[in-house]
């Protein structure tokens, strides 16, 4: 085989070199989204994490290419149905990053019941002079354990959220709209297996029961949490987005954290990338992360294994 591959958004070495040694070159020069067009004209494949963006207009000026690689779950930076209709392939990695995404939302929430996005602000300045003071600002935390998290989208990511909620004793309220399990099975240290229950809700049910809400939608026109649902819920709630931006209205949100409806909020992806609104980058409650739910190192060597296989069996087969 002869093909070239950009991999405009970079790729895992593993995947490289499995491409490599099944004979494709490989290209991880970035190209910037004003320039692709013109450069994409001399490969066979692009692979694409969530930065660039392949659009109909691009599909268009590239007849050559035959197929587009999404590193990862979500494809909203990419026109699958028009590039399918060209006659493209369109793959992804759905399932390589679920734990890193999962374990993200719970390095938020840990942030924030214990007021560590304030705290680790604050203690660099303060520290010295005011230590006692800032201990009794930061000393009424809470538990996970016994609380209830409301879990928005129950696919891959929002079921390895809910296996770690259940792991650390948490009840889990779930809402999708494809059927929700009624049991999740945890796979524990040395091989140990243990089922434990969830329970499928409404929205309406999630939204007012829910100590916690955990996102994880793809991207939606309208935000899924606005003033309405901020005014159903609970007092002290804390929300957790780490699946795309617009899946909250960020302006709701921050009369929500400013009122004392919403506790704090745990932020991975913005309305605005790569931009956000700096009243969101600075306001005192919230617990911000860069785009960094899938960057672990474990989880770019799966996606990068397995993207590049992926993209092995569709040209082998051509």
């Known amino acids: 085989m002869n093909f070239r591959i950009l991999a405009n958004d970079g790729i895992d070495p593993i995947g490289k070199a499995l491409l490599e040694e099944a004979g494709f070159q490989v290209d991880t020069d970035f190209i910037s989204q004003d320039k692709l067009a013109e450069g994409l004209k001399n490969y066979d494949a692009i692979t694409v994490r969530s930065a660039t963006k392949v659009r109909e207009e691009l599909i268009d000026s590239c007849p050559n290419l035959r197929l587009i690689g999404r590193g990862g779950v979500g494809m909203d930076n990419i026109d699958v149905d028009y590039a399918i209709s060209k006659?493209?392939?369109?793959?992804?990695?759905?399932?390589?990053?679920?734990?890193?995404?999962?374990?993200?939302?719970?390095?938020?929430?840990?942030?924030?019941?214990?007021?560590?996005?304030?705290?680790?602000?604050?203690?660099?300045?303060?520290?010295?002079?005011?230590?006692?003071?800032?201990?009794?600002a930061y000393a009424k935390g809470i538990e996970l354990r016994g609380k209830k998290i409301g879990i928005i989208g129950f696919g891959r990511i929002g079921r390895e959220t809910a296996k770690i909620a259940l792991g650390l004793g948490m009840e889990v309220l779930a809402f999708d709209l494809y059927e929700v399990p009624n049991e999740l099975i945890?796979?524990?240290?040395?091989?140990?297996?243990?089922?434990?229950?969830?329970?499928?809700?409404?929205?309406?049910?999630?939204?007012?029961?829910?100590?916690?809400?955990?996102?994880?939608?793809?991207?939606?026109?309208?935000?899924?949490?606005?003033?309405?649902?901020?005014?159903?819920?609970?007092?002290?709630?804390?929300?957790?987005?780490?699946?795309?931006?617009?899946?909250?209205?960020?302006?709701a949100l921050?009369?929500?954290?400013?009122?004392?409806?919403?506790?704090?909020?745990?932020?991975?992806?913005?309305?605005?990338?790569?931009?956000?609104?700096?009243?969101?980058?600075?306001?005192?409650k919230i617990s911000l992360t860069p785009h960094i739910g899938a960057s672990t190192n474990e989880a770019q060597e799966r996606i990068g294994t397995e993207l590049a296989n992926l993209i092995i069996d569709f040209f082998k087969n051509k």
């Open 87 to 136: 006659g493209l392939a369109v793959v992804n990695t759905p399932a390589a990053s679920s734990l890193s995404v999962a374990e993200l939302v719970f390095s938020h929430l840990f942030t924030g019941v214990r007021f560590l996005y304030d705290s680790n602000r604050k203690m660099p300045l303060e520290g010295s002079e005011k230590f006692n003071d800032l201990k009794k």
């Open 186 to 251: 945890l796979e524990l240290a040395g091989g140990v297996q243990v089922t434990c229950p969830v329970q499928s809700v409404s929205m309406e049910e999630l939204i007012k029961n829910s100590d916690f809400i955990s996102l994880h939608v793809p991207f939606a026109e309208k935000a899924i949490l606005g003033e309405k649902e901020f005014e159903q819920m609970k007092d002290s709630v804390g929300i957790v987005n780490c699946s795309r931006g617009g899946t909250i209205d960020e302006n």
């Open 254 to 284: 921050i009369k929500a954290l400013d009122s004392g409806k919403v506790a704090f909020a745990g932020l991975d992806v913005f309305e605005n990338e790569p931009h956000p609104a700096k009243e969101i980058l600075n306001h005192p």
